[in-house]
């Protein structure tokens, strides 16, 4: 019994610690001292989410700064078509009022007239382009509270002639920290043919399309493009879209367009 102490009391003074197990078997007693440290499992959980909380930081910033660069280079193009059209729309103004002061309206240049008024058409044009883009892009970047995950943003239809249509569909990831989305969509087209109605899916309108299942592949946004002819005696009403992602939160979201053609 006094041995049994003697070998106790030290192993009570280390910090680690210790159990004591005395294994009684063939009238033998043995004693085992085994050591444990519970501070070991909580250091690496400490550790491991600090890792994980550090990567969701640098994400975060990266994106940050990618949408503050984009947003920046749009209002710098829009800031300088904002002083050409004010410098051009002086110099216009400032051409009318010298001939009406001088009555010489006559010797005007008619074409270089018109050359300046349709200078300022397209630099207005360009303009309201820019802030469609800026629009757009801050509708990429910093989507609302209310607006998470998969989303159809927009779907564009342009008559190129020859029976041919152009379409435009983009396809954004709404979301504060984005991630890479993986899935498909599939695009149909609805009408009425001999005064019933069909759906034609885009894959045999279109020779470039191969599967009802377009595959999507994207962080922020995908855009997809093409053209596809409509059957003859086919009038169509509506273009079904329908957007799948895949992983861990699935999600399927569908949006339906009206038939508005933009003529090229």
């Known amino acids: 019994m006094n041995r049994l102490g003697l070998i106790i009391s030290p192993l009570c003074l280390s910090r680690k610690q210790t159990d004591i197990v005395v ?3 063939n009238s033998d007693e043995r004693l085992i001292v ?3 440290r519970p501070g070991q499992r909580r250091k690496l959980i400490v550790a491991a989410a600090l890792v994980l909380l550090f990567i969701a930081m640098l994400f975060y910033y990266i994106g940050f700064v990618a949408s503050l660069r984009i947003q920046g280079e ?3 193009q829009n800031l300088i078509l904002r002083q050409e059209l004010s410098e051009l729309k002086l110099s216009y103004s400032e051409s009318r009022r010298e001939a009406a002061q001088a009555q010489v309206a006559s010797r005007i240049d008619k074409k270089a007239t018109e050359q300046v008024r349709q200078l300022i058409l397209e630099l207005e044009q360009q303009l309201s382009e820019q802030k469609e883009e800026i629009t757009f892009y801050k509708g990429l970047m910093a989507p609302s509270e209310k607006e998470k995950g998969l989303g159809i943003r927009s779907w564009e239809l342009e008559y190129s002639g020859d029976g041919r249509y152009e379409y435009r569909l983009t396809v954004q990831q709404l979301a504060a920290v984005h991630r890479l989305v993986k899935g ?4 149909n087209v609805v009408g009425m043919q001999n005064g019933e109605q069909q759906v034609h899916s885009l894959r045999n309108l279109s020779q470039q399309v191969k599967d009802e299942k377009i595959k999507l592949r994207f962080k922020y946004f995908q855009m997809l493009s093409g053209e596809f002819n409509l059957p003859a005696g086919f009038k169509a009403q509506r273009v079904d879209i329908v957007a799948h992602s895949s992983g861990k939160k699935p999600q399927t979201v ?4 009206d038939w508005l053609v933009q003529e090229n």
Do not use: D, H
Not at 184 to 187: E, L
Not at 254 to 257: D, H, K, N, T, V
């Open 74 to 76: 749009a209002r710098e």
């Open 184 to 187: 498909y969509v599939s695009i």
């Open 34 to 36: 085994v050591t444990r």
């Open 254 to 257: 569908e949006r339906s367009f």
């Open 23 to 25: 294994n009684k078997k």
